[in-house]
């Protein structure tokens, strides 16, 4: 049972990776450093928008508008924190053992 709350403490942090690189991705292309017709940036830019864009649409949807910037990533990624210090929490209580 401890190696659950491992994978997915690991899984989450996994994910707050994607986050930041899809944000540092997003920043790249707007600024014009990275150009999304070359075809292999594109499929990296399609692929990192397709993971993070489930989880970040619910978020915009709530955010007022802010003229360009986009601090669902930032709000993401501290949610996906706190849900993992909730987890070792959980674990301390049931298993009595320290997190990693």
Do not use: C, K
Not at 65 to 94: H, T
């Amino acid at each position: 049972m401890v190696a659950l709350f491992w994978l997915i403490d690991r899984l989450i942090g996994l994910y707050i990776w994607v986050l930041i690189l899809a944000a540092l991705f997003s920043i790249l292309a707007a600024f014009g450093i990275l150009d999304t017709r070359n075809r292999m940036v594109w499929t990296i830019g399609d692929f990192l928008f397709r993971l993070t864009e489930p989880a970040l649409r619910p978020i915009r949807n709530l955010l007022p508008n802010l003229g360009g910037v986009d601090i669902s990533p930032v709000i993401l990624i501290l949610v996906l924190q706190a849900f993992r210090m909730l987890l070792g929490e959980v674990q301390m209580s049931l298993f009595h053992v320290f997190p990693y």
